[in-house]
């Protein structure tokens, strides 16, 4: 059972940074109105991920800080390129659906705002689904 708290808590941080990403991208989008799409695009993006990360990683150590003091050094490793793979390729799934959704949002006519949304809210569901599943794959959690 002490797996799957430690994928529901990797879960929840992933919602967590989900939230205040996709609400200060959103707000970037709108105030690029104004630039081309795929400039836009790939402003948004850029910003959410660094957001995201910075608020990810902070969680992520306060979460697992005890945790690796318990653990050796070989199994830490082993779990840390697990994760790093499994999160690579989750990045993967997330940009391949995140910049098309978010550009083709835009050219249609939607508000960026909108447009960032709805876009973050598929390519994070995507992401949370390959990124549990791989870890789930690869036994991490």
């Given at each position: 059972m002490?797996?799957?708290?430690?994928l529901?808590?990797?879960n929840?941080?992933?919602?967590?940074?989900?939230?205040?990403s996709?609400?200060?991208?959103?707000?970037?989008?709108?105030?690029?109105?104004?630039?081309?799409?795929h400039?836009?695009t790939?402003?948004?993006?850029?910003?959410?991920y660094?957001i995201y990360?910075g608020?990810?990683?902070?969680?992520?150590?306060f979460?697992?800080?005890?945790?690796?003091?318990?653990?050796?050094s070989?199994?830490?490793?082993?779990?840390?390129?697990?994760?790093?793979?499994?999160?690579?390729?989750?990045?993967?799934?997330?940009?391949?659906?995140?910049?098309?959704?978010?550009y083709?949002f835009?050219?249609v006519?939607?508000?960026?705002?909108?447009?960032?949304?709805?876009?973050?809210?598929?390519a994070t569901?995507?992401?949370m689904?390959?990124?549990?599943a791989?870890l789930?794959?690869?036994?991490?959690?």
């Open positions: 002490k797996s799957n708290q430690q529901l808590q990797i929840r941080n992933f919602l967590i940074c989900f939230v205040v996709a609400s200060i991208s959103a707000v970037i989008a709108q105030s690029l109105a104004g630039f081309e799409n400039v836009n790939t402003i948004t993006i850029i910003v959410g660094v990360f608020i990810f990683s902070g969680l992520f150590y979460d697992n800080k005890n945790r690796y003091k318990q653990m050796g070989k199994l830490i490793k082993k779990e840390i390129f697990s994760m790093i793979s499994s999160f690579g390729i989750g990045e993967v799934g997330y940009l391949g659906v995140r910049w098309p959704t978010f083709y835009l050219e006519g939607i508000e960026p705002f909108l447009a960032s949304l709805i876009s973050e809210i598929i569901g995507c992401y689904v390959i990124v549990t791989f789930r794959g690869t036994k991490t959690f």
